[in-house]
């Protein structure tokens, strides 16, 4: 008989740490370029090495990043969170297609960029009758880590998500020189420092620079202070 999976979670320390247990797997995913810059597909790195339970880092300052060292306490992290705590559809604007429908939660963006090749996402679902259109559209959405933007099929009221194994990412981003988020896929639950469970969802990216304005989640600060995983 199979052995049944180890309960998943994630857990944001006050001012310290995310605490890992059940065994999540863990490895670089990569945002690769096409010709011009944009982003058009995900490389996924080897398996990075850890105990059942680990602790990465939040504060960007740790000597042995991913993982944390301790460094949080020397600098006087302040991991406040600030997100908000609604539901994602109660944060998020609404673009009707004829096929298929683009709901949008801007302040959850993680600046990964695949919604702007071919004309931009915003514009795709207009032309979501179009079966070419339509399969760049639904592709590009579901490349977008943070979950900041999700498609939905009209006909049925669904969501369109591609399955994800459940799993972190370290997000790098060579076109910007900088590292990105963690990036949890699969439905990793997300369990605030006072104990609140975030809403689960396939994809959401954590701030790992430890400057965000929306913390845990990324906000894209991590560009703009070209942060670094090295």
Not at 194 to 206: A, K, M, P, Q
């Given at each position: 008989?199979?052995?049944a999976?180890?309960?998943v ?7 310290g ?5 059940g065994?999540?797997?863990l ?7 096409d ?17 059942a ?28 969170e600030?997100?908000?705590r ?5 944060q ?9 429908a ?11 960029r ?56 370290l ?10 988020p ?20 396939n ?12 913390k845990?989640?990324?906000?894209g ?9 090295d």
């Amino acid at each position: 008989m199979a052995q049944a999976r180890k309960p998943v979670q994630v857990t944001v320390s006050i001012n310290g740490p995310y605490l890992v247990v059940g065994d999540i797997p863990l490895a670089t995913q990569t945002v690769v370029a096409d010709d011009d810059g944009g982003s058009e597909d995900w490389k996924e790195g080897p398996p990075i090495d850890h105990p059942a339970s680990y602790a990465l880092c939040r504060c960007g300052m740790s000597q042995s990043k991913p993982f944390c060292d301790g460094s949080h306490k020397k600098v006087g992290f302040d991991g406040t969170e600030t997100a908000s705590r609604q539901a994602y559809l109660d944060q998020a604007q609404t673009l009707e297609g004829p096929t298929h429908a683009l709901t949008d939660a801007q302040n959850l963006c993680a600046f990964a960029r695949f919604c702007d090749p071919n004309g931009q996402v915003w514009s795709q679902v207009s032309a979501s009758e179009d079966p070419q259109v339509r399969a760049t559209f639904l592709r590009q959405v579901n490349q977008c880590p943070s979950g900041r933007l999700v498609a939905w099929d009209r006909s049925t009221g669904e969501p369109v998500e591609y399955p994800l194994p459940v799993s972190i990412g370290l997000v790098e981003d060579p076109v910007e020189a900088c590292s990105g988020p963690l990036w949890l896929r699969g439905g990793i639950p997300v369990v605030s420092s006072d104990g609140f469970v975030y809403e689960v969802r396939n994809r959401v990216t954590l701030c790992r620079c430890g400057q965000s304005k929306n913390k845990p989640f990324c906000d894209g600060t991590h560009a703009a202070v070209h942060f670094r995983d090295d």
